[in-house]
């Protein structure tokens, strides 16, 4: 999560709704549940992010809010762009194309891309 009002991003435990109580059923994330000011802007953005590093592809999902009224996120601001709102950078696993658990090395990719 890079949260407007943190120095540095962290990992968070998000909530999931599945679709049924089996073991393959679908989860999918609540993003909601961890950007704030859900009064300014009610709804998220979300786009999918396709990392090519050599042989390996990574690809995130990131959700993100972004209005005038919202708080500057140092964490995501340059000189010459400033970014309003948090942001949260989800993995998406290779196999089923579902969101998985982040890794150590994920944390950096994440940080690349966000900053890019």
Same mark, same amino acid.
């Given at each position: ?31 909601? #549940? ?17 990392? +090519?590093?050599?042989? +390996? ?23 010459? +762009? ?21 890794? #150590? ?12």
């Amino acid at each position: 999560l890079y949260s407007a009002s943190w120095s540095k991003p962290r990992q968070v435990t998000m909530l999931t709704r599945c679709s049924n109580r089996s073991r393959n059923a679908q989860c999918f994330p609540v993003a909601e #549940s961890l950007l704030s000011y859900a009064t300014v802007q009610p709804y998220l953005h979300n786009c999918i992010v396709t990392l +090519h590093e050599g042989r +390996h592809i990574y690809q995130f999902c990131v959700f993100f809010k972004r209005h005038c009224c919202l708080e500057v996120n140092p964490l995501l601001s340059s000189m010459v +762009h400033i970014f309003r709102g948090d942001a949260v950078v989800m993995r998406i696993g290779v196999s089923a194309g579902s969101v998985v658990n982040m890794q #150590s090395r994920d944390n950096a990719l994440a940080d690349f891309i966000m900053h890019q």
